[in-house]
């Protein structure tokens, strides 16, 4: 019981401990906003058709994607197969990736606003690289809202007012424009809000898991 008692104290602890780090990190992140659309036409168009390959190879080939457009204007895409669900993740996809890069250094450029103090400039890049520079192309990747089911559809760039949850929108794909295909304008506050949710959510997890294993090792 000593053992249990010492293990549980330590995860809680660390669990504590965590949880603040990353609710600090947030609180430093500088108000900015991005999308992709603020990109160089050849940027966006390279993209696309990056987006587009990805489409038909997860699909079998070309004559497999029979719904498969990036509209570079307001690079709204879709991906839909004949015999299949495209079952690349949400971070794996290109545009997703893109928007994640391209948010951490709009979010860096914006540390260096003469808003933001000189003494809080470091913290704040640090917060821009631990919430979306290190974490582009992983499963911890921030969702991203850009698909939609017709070339015409301009996106919303935000979460859906009726979506279930941004974990589900982050961790699966789709081709009706409601779930992980989907990508997201980072606002500063929309971002300072999913980050804490995912960190108390992890954090969560692995307390339990940790104080499972301590159980068990008590019975012994």
């Known amino acids: 019981m000593k053992l249990f008692a010492t293990i549980y104290i330590a995860v ?3 669990a504590a401990f965590s949880n603040a780090q990353a609710q600090n990190a ?10 992709l659309t603020q990109k160089s036409e050849p940027e966006r168009d390279n993209i696309c058709k990056t987006n587009m390959g990805f489409c038909e190879t997860n699909c079998g080939g070309p004559n497999k994607a029979p ?14 197969c004949s015999d299949k669900i495209p079952d690349l993740s949400a971070f794996q996809w290109p545009i997703n990736r893109e928007h994640c ?6 979010c860096k450029l914006a540390c260096q606003d003469p808003k933001v103090p000189n003494e809080k400039k470091p913290d704040c890049n640090l917060a821009c690289i631990d919430t979306y520079t290190s974490k582009c192309g992983t499963a911890a990747q921030p969702p991203a809202y850009y698909n939609v089911s017709d070339p015409a559809i301009v996106p919303t760039y935000a979460p859906p007012k009726n ?9 699966s794909t789709s081709t009706n424009g409601t779930n992980g295909s989907q990508s997201t304008n980072n606002s500063a506050s929309e971002s300072k809000k999913q980050s804490s949710a995912s960190s108390i959510n992890h954090l969560g997890n692995a307390a339990v898991a940790l104080v499972i294993v301590a159980s068990g090792m008590s019975l012994f």
Do not use: Y
Not at 26 to 35: W, Y
Not at 163 to 171: G, L
């Open 26 to 35: 947030t609180a430093n992140l500088p108000d900015f906003q991005f999308l």
């Open 163 to 171: 979506s279930v949850t941004d974990s589900a929108n982050n961790n």
């Open 12 to 14: 809680i602890a660390f």
């Open 67 to 80: 719904m498969n457009f990036c509209n570079v204007t307001t690079m709204g895409w879709g991906c839909g």
């Open 101 to 106: 890069i391209g948010s951490g250094e709009a």
